[in-house]
């Protein structure tokens, strides 16, 4: 049972344009998304969350929205750089004594010149 | 800061030999995990740490173990490895929020 799910493996942007990364979940019980990205041969860095009673949430070039009636969240970028390409993971999160995540298989995204 | 590191980076294991995975981290964060990533998944969480001295189950345990013996330290222990735990295993570490992980580790099993 995959409780987070991106469906797309990969995606490739024009630079400057706008990337939109998309997740489904599962599980209703989640007390909020993550995205993480990661490089190669690094481990994943967070980049931005948003509470499960939010809709929204922005930190500059990252927005991250969030549609509760259709279990679907989504990341844009805008503007796309070069440095942007890298593997997002999106991820739900329960506080359960600790935070557990569930993460999404990943969304290649490459942003081309 | 050194944030949180792996060692080793990189190790090939026969089945049936055993090894140590060690995780440390220096922002006296309480909480710490252990995840595998395989080729097309997303990370799945393997054990996890709520303070010294305490572990607990994650999504996929079977086959590992785990000691939290200090603080700053979350050791993942393969007593028996099998070609199935063949993948990059990455720690991690947090307070209340976000997590930071460490840069993996790449086993193999043969």
């Known amino acids: 049972d995959q409780q987070v799910k991106q469906n797309s493996p990969s995606l490739s942007v024009q630079e400057g344009r706008i990337s939109i990364l998309n997740c489904d979940y599962t599980n209703s019980m989640f007390d909020y998304f993550l995205w993480y990205k990661k490089y190669p041969a690094e481990g994943p860095t967070f980049l931005i969350s948003i509470s499960s009673i939010k809709d929204k949430n922005e930190d500059g070039r990252f927005t991250v929205f969030l549609n509760k009636s259709a279990k679907h969240l989504s990341l844009h970028i805008v503007p796309s750089q070069p440095g942007d390409s890298a593997v997002y993971f999106c991820a739900g999160a329960r506080i359960q004594g600790a935070q557990k995540l569930v993460f999404g298989q990943g969304t290649r995204l490459t942003i081309n010149p | 800061n050194a944030g949180v590191t792996q060692t080793p980076k990189f190790r090939v294991l026969k089945t049936g030999q055993s090894m140590t995975l060690l995780c440390a981290q220096d922002?006296?964060?309480?909480?710490m995990y252990w995840y595998r990533q395989d080729p097309g998944m997303g990370l799945r969480l393997i054990h996890y740490?709520?303070?010294?001295?305490?572990?607990a189950k994650g999504e996929v345990p079977d086959g590992y173990n785990v000691s939290r013996l200090k603080k700053q330290n979350f050791l993942l222990g393969l007593e028996s490895a099998a070609p199935s735990q063949t993948s990059v295993y990455f720690c991690a570490s947090s307070w209340w929020s976000e997590q930071y992980f460490g840069p993996g580790t790449r086993l193999t099993v043969t």
């Open positions: 922002m006296n964060h309480e909480y």
């Open positions: 740490s709520v303070g010294e001295g305490t572990t």
